[in-house]
Nanobody
Framework: QVPLVESGGGLVQTGGSLRLSCTASGRTFSNYSMGWFRQAPGKEREFVAAISRISRSTYYADSVKGRFAISRNNAENMLWLQMNSLKPDDAAVYYC????????????????WGQGTQVTVSS
């Protein structure tokens, strides 16, 4: 198992920035591709960003390209999502997740999920 805990959410004004963190437990973090997903009230969970095991590849939803950046440090078992130029449409609960492989832009590829952290963007 890969227990995951997100942090860093909060309230920010439109145009502001937040940095989400995800802390993983255990010694197998580097075996997993990692992703960020988000879910707004009344909407389905959607893909935000993903990163391969050794950070060789990153993937982003079109809606966040150029504004968000995903990164990881396998030695520290840490995953981050830097979010800039935030918009009201970015408001959601953000989840980090771990995938053993496959189509990591799909939530079905992920086996382990954190509890989520709330991001609120005021207009």
């Amino acid at each position: 198992q890969v227990p995951l805990v997100e942090s860093g959410g909060g309230l920010v004004q439109t145009g502001g920035s937040l940095r989400l963190s995800c802390t993983a437990s255990g010694r197998t973090f580097s075996n997993y591709s990692m992703g960020w997903f988000r879910q707004a009230p009344g909407k389905e969970r959607e893909f935000v960003a993903a990163i391969s095991r050794i950070s060789r590849s990153t993937y982003y939803a079109d809606s966040v390209k150029g504004r968000f950046a995903i990164s990881r440090n396998n030695a520290e078992n840490m995953l981050w999502l830097q979010m800039n130029s935030l918009k009201p449409d970015d408001a959601a609960v953000y989840y980090c997740a771990a995938s053993p492989g496959g189509r990591i832009m799909s939530s079905r590829a992920y086996d382990y999920w954190g509890q989520g952290t709330q991001v609120t963007v005021s207009s």
